[in-house]
């Protein structure tokens, strides 16, 4: 039973930065990419960042590059989101996700294991 459990939302102005992680219950973490993702209200969920099982190979959403940093510790069988220069559009429920494969990907679908979210809320 694979479980994913994000952790590090919260409240933050805007220009401030939050570090959200994720725990993976994955006996075989470092075969998996990871990725994170957001939804907000009325909006369909998107991609924010993916990590390959090697770590040194991201990918990242137009709308967070040069702000997110994406990083995983195989040894620990977490991933993080480290937020920078956040801005008010960041505002979402996050989700970690993982993937059996070891091509990154920004679809959704393409992920076979969801955490249940953790909300970040960034006010003007």
């Known amino acids: 039973q694979v479980q994913l459990v994000e952790s590090g939302g919260g409240l933050v102005q805007a220009g401030g930065s939050l570090r959200l992680s994720c725990e993976a219950s994955?006996?075989?973490?470092?075969?998996?990419?990871m990725g994170w993702f957001r939804q907000a209200p009325g909006k369909e969920r998107e991609f924010v960042a993916a990590?390959?099982?090697?770590?040194?190979?991201?990918s990242y959403g137009d709308s967070v590059k040069g702000r997110f940093t994406i990083s995983r510790d195989n040894a620990k069988n977490t991933i993080d989101l480290q937020m920078n220069s956040l801005k008010p559009e960041d505002t979402a429920v996050y989700y970690c996700?993982?993937?059996?494969?070891?091509?990154?990907?920004?679809?959704?679908?393409?992920?076979?294991?969801w955490g249940q979210g953790t909300q970040v809320t960034v006010t003007s």
């Open positions: 996700a993982a993937r059996y494969s070891g091509v990154l990907s920004s679809e959704l679908t393409e992920y076979n294991y």
């Open positions: 994955i006996r075989t973490f470092n075969t998996y990419t």
């Open positions: 990590i390959h099982w090697i770590g040194s190979i991201t």
